[in-house]
């Protein structure tokens, strides 16, 4: 049953502390996505990797945020500092492209910034 | 910059009704997507459409594609209140880049 998983699928943090989020994609997808879903803005496109290189990641706020995928099973999301305005969902969703392009997504991690 | 636009955001409907959920988009797409998301989950893959005229039906559910008029449908027919949920539309502007726009999504409630 291939699937996206996510860990951790929930976290309470305090203002200031890193946060780091994994995504392991579906075993042959060449294409990761990290999106960001509140109830104000919807689902916002972070980042995404296509063969493990970072192709875009002008929807993620710079200074704080990073995102990598050292290996084609991991992919990772950190926030350093965290701070109470990034309490959301975050959802890792992975795809092959070009052939098929749709997005299947994991189950999300939900963090809340104290 | 895509635009893409949902209509109604909320929709409250009896169970055997049916109704229509619009998905608009700005610019010339080659594919578009339907997702479903129950409260509190994840986003369920629906429909992928992939040219002009392109319908699918799963069950009470079809989607259609209307590239000229960059408008999807995804209708419901006989409501049941298991078809509850927020159903999404995204649109792929293809050229390499991969990336969906969603829509804000619609709410669905099925009341018996």
């Known amino acids: 049953d291939a699937r996206v998983t996510q860990t951790p699928r929930h976290k309470v943090t305090e203002m200031g502390q890193e946060v780091t989020m994994r995504c392991q994609p579906i075993?042959?997808?060449?294409?990761v996505f990290w999106y960001r879903q509140t109830m104000m803005q919807g689902l916002e496109l972070l980042a995404y990797f296509r063969n493990r290189a970072p192709l875009d990641d002008s929807g993620m706020p710079k200074d704080r945020f990073s995102a990598e995928m050292p290996d084609a099973t991991l992919a990772t999301l950190k926030i350093q500092p965290s701070e109470p305005r990034d309490s959301a969902v975050y959802f890792c969703a992975s795809g092959l492209t070009p052939s098929v392009r749709e997005q299947f997504f994991g189950p999300g991690t939900r963090l809340t910034v104290l | 910059e895509l635009k893409v636009e949902q209509n109604p955001l909320f929709l409250s409907m009896q169970e055997g009704k049916n109704y229509t959920i619009y998905c608009n988009y700005s610019?010339?797409?080659?594919?578009l997507y339907w997702y479903r998301q129950d409260p509190g989950k994840s986003l369920e893959s629906l429909f992928v459409l992939l040219s002009n005229g392109a319908v699918k039906q799963e069950g009470r559910l079809m989607a259609s594609l209307d590239t000229k008029a960059r408008l999807s449908t995804l209708h419901i027919t006989a409501a049941v209140h298991d078809l509850s949920a927020t159903y999404f539309c995204?649109?792929?502007?293809?050229?390499?880049?991969?990336?969906?726009?969603f829509g804000k999504g619609t709410k669905l409630s099925v009341i018996p």
């Open positions: 995204a649109v792929d502007i293809g050229a390499g880049s991969y990336q969906l726009t």
């Open positions: 075993l042959g997808h060449n294409t």
């Open positions: 610019t010339t797409s080659d594919r």
